[in-house]
């Protein structure tokens, strides 16, 4: 009776694992046909707009909100606020498709017990909007479980390394040197707190000073910045831009420079500011100019440009999912499957993966490099955003995966980071 209930467990398994292969594959074969378009459904109507900016908040950052009014807020910010263009152009370089039924059937451990990964997708333990899966340039998974495919979601702070890639495309052009202190190429910061710090330091989020993200007290430098470009609570006398409130800005040091990593959006800011001072431009011109239009991209982005049209470089990126998973292929050696030109240089990912700051490296062998979060020895590198968005790219085994997700109420979603890297490497790399 022992050997029957094994068996019979067995089996269950096996009809299990063929149902969701079969599921996957009729996913698949949907995702084959790119010629026929999924039905459009609406975003929301004009009601649901209103009703949506009337539950933010009046006293407070607006985007401290969480649950289903995070999760639509997260597909919507364009109707909540300004934002500035990314143009594509020419013809679309279509993603190819080459689905892998393992990744379904990828077990994840949960507070519920084991779930296969498209279980535990389409499960309430998760949040998550969206999560495309690339390797060697083709799409090995697409699922949408709490999105439109079309929508265009913000990606947050995850917009960090699009300054730190166009500094770098100029560093190569021998017009900007990290070397050097950032006051040689924006004289304006020659008498403020930033006199003196590399540009490198800037990148790797080591400045020393005191001007970490900070969203508690509204005297600090960060929110005083926050409230300069428009993304903290405005209260009265708030600085009018970023521009001349950095300009003169007086943080503290809490280290000397390239010692310590310190996060903070000013520093991506600033870089964002050194591109407009090479160019003469706005960044978002710079941007299109310098990648957008040159990886086939599906749509159109934009940035959220709360004031004066000034794009938030350091965290206000909109577009849709395959695009940003466009973006991804640009760091690995598939990047030919949407851009003819080679944007990220091989040089510069050798430097990202291999000459780290030594001093930001952590203990678990992994640094930060160019407004990069996390880099390791496996080659995965991984921007993330507030409120669960990231960027997994690695050059070593020709991976990229984007996704994006929101917070619940009480902040009890199961982190998709994790499971998504465990069955990465479990699929790509350890095999």
């Not at 929301?44 to 900016?53: A, F, G, K, L, M």
């Not at 910010?77 to 379904?104: C, D, M, W």
């Not at 490099?369 to 955003?385: N, P, R, V």
């Not at 020709?398 to 479990?426: G, I």
Request: contains cysteine; hydrophobic residues 40%.
């Amino acid at each position: 009776m022992k050997d029957c209930g094994i068996l019979d467990i067995m089996v269950i398994r096996l009809i299990k694992k063929v149902f969701l292969i079969g599921v996957f594959l009729s996913w698949s074969a949907g995702s084959l046909l790119a010629a026929e378009p999924k039905e459009f459904v609406s975003a929301s109507s004009w009601e649901e707009v209103q009703q949506r900016q009337r539950l933010l908040p009046t006293d407070d950052i607006w985007w401290t909100v969480t649950g289903k009014q995070m999760a639509w807020m997260h597909k919507n910010v364009h109707q909540l606020f300004p934002t500035v263009n990314v143009y594509r152009s020419g013809q679309v370089n279509e993603l190819k498709f080459r689905p892998n039924s393992e990744i379904a059937i990828f077990p994840v451990e949960t507070a519920s017990g084991e779930l296969s990964f498209a279980e535990f997708l389409a499960s309430d333990l998760t949040t998550t909007l969206g999560l495309l899966i690339l390797h060697e340039g083709k799409v090995v998974f697409e699922s949408y479980p709490r999105m439109e495919p079309h929508e265009k979601p913000i990606y947050w702070s995850v917009a960090k390394v699009m300054p730190s890639l166009l500094v770098r495309i100029f560093e190569e052009r021998g017009l900007i040197d990290s070397n050097n202190g950032i006051e040689q190429y924006i004289p304006e910061l020659s008498s403020s707190a930033f006199a003196g710090i590399t540009v490198r330091n800037i990148l790797d989020m080591a400045t020393g000073l005191d001007c970490q993200d900070e969203y508690e007290n509204r005297q600090s430098c960060y929110y005083q910045y926050s409230m300069a470009i428009g993304d903290g609570f405005r209260e009265e006398g708030a600085p009018d831009n970023p521009y001349d409130f950095l300009s003169t800005l007086k943080a503290a040091k809490h280290n000397d420079q390239g010692q310590q990593f310190s996060y903070s959006g000013v520093n991506t800011f600033i870089l964002g500011w050194l591109i407009e001072k090479i160019t003469g431009e706005p960044f978002q011109d710079t941007f299109t100019r310098e990648v957008w239009r040159h990886i086939g991209a599906e749509s159109d982005a934009s940035f959220l440009a709360y004031r004066y049209g000034i794009p938030l470089t350091h965290g206000g990126f909109l577009s849709n999912m395959r695009d940003m998973a466009r973006f991804g292929l640009l760091f690995t050696p598939s990047y030919s499957a949407v851009s003819d030109n080679r944007i990220v240089s091989q040089e510069f990912i050798e430097l990202l993966l291999d000459e780290p700051n030594l001093n930001l490296i952590r203990d678990d062998g992994s640094h930060n490099s160019y407004q990069w979060d996390y880099i390791d020895e496996d080659g995965f590198m991984i921007k993330g955003g507030w409120g669960g968005q990231a960027l997994v790219v690695n050059p070593r085994y020709d991976l990229v995966a984007v996704y994006t997700s929101y917070f619940k109420e009480d902040y009890s979603q199961q982190n998709l980071r994790q499971s998504l890297l465990n069955l990465l490497r479990n699929l790509y790399v350890e095999n």
